[in-house]
């Protein structure tokens, strides 16, 4: 384990582990961090509350922790060839990165200081180029928490992924849970039902909030319009199902909801630059 410090109220642990065999770190943290735990490789186990409950983290997985009511300190199972690196920011310092007002607001709302919160996901691919930057770097030593602080601010923008020109300066711990929930709902929605998707304005009335608020909150955690998502989304599936090789074009353009498959030429190449036949033949000549 190496432990690199960012600044105050920040820093960086990395944890390596080339043996056949498990092995255990344990780490005292204050309460006031928000934990960003990724797994580059292998798999791995967080351990909480004298082992009453744990949290898999998975090859390419990432988990987000934050609790005001307990501490988490770090107590890792690392399995054998397998690599993690976790991420630790105080709730001020984190908050200062989304606010320039953050040193007059009260780090935490009375309705949320007793808020816990949970995340996990896939770890993207520029998210994992980044990983692989901050635990294998090989640069001199006098500015290595130089080059590990800026991989760090990297690591957290791909991470959120707010999108220039979004009005934003809330801090997402200080959002409300209830109105948070309703736009993961949203996102859900569109995502199973992407072939016949809801307009937005059936989708707001499905979730229970206004129009605007639906629209705001969307682009708020979610740094894109509905649509804009949407589009990206089925963009991406569509170029994960090209490379099964199991499903032609026509097919899959159906199904995330091309009734032509003109229509899902043009939106194909819109995105990635390449006709979708193309795509398929440069999969074809690398392989």
Known sequence: MKEISIEKGFF????????????QFEKDVERKYIQFHFCIKG?????????????????????????TTQKLPVNLDLRAKSWV?????????FHSLFSQEAIYIPFLSEENKTKKYYDDGLTTPQMAIVLNQILNF?????????????????????????NEGVENEKCPFLIDEDYVQKIKKAKDIIITRMAEPPSLQE?????????KKLKEGFKQIYG????????????????????????NVNEVGMRVGYSTSS?????????????????????????
Do not use: C, W
């Open 43 to 67: 798999s791995s186990r967080f351990n909480f509350n004298n082992n009453s409950y744990a949290l898999d983290v998975l090859d390419s997985r990432h988990i987000l922790l934050y609790n």
């Open 203 to 211: 989708l707001a009335d499905e979730v229970g909030l206004s129009l």
């Open 12 to 23: 960086v642990l990395l944890f390596k582990n080339e043996t056949d065999q498990l092995q």
């Open 224 to 247: 894109d319009s509905v649509f804009s998502f949407l589009f990206n989304y089925k963009m991406e599936f569509s170029r994960k199902l090209l490379e099964t090789n199991t499903v």
């Open 85 to 93: 690196v976790s991420v630790f920011i105080s709730i001020e310092k």
């Open 263 to 287: 229509h899902f030429i043009a939106a194909f190449k819109k995105k990635f630059g390449i006709t979708p036949k193309k795509y398929i033949q440069s999969l074809n000549q690398e392989s």
């Open 138 to 162: 090989n640069i001199n030593s006098s500015i290595k928490s130089l080059y590990v602080k800026g991989k760090v601010y990297e690591l957290l923008s791909l991470f959120f992924n707010t």
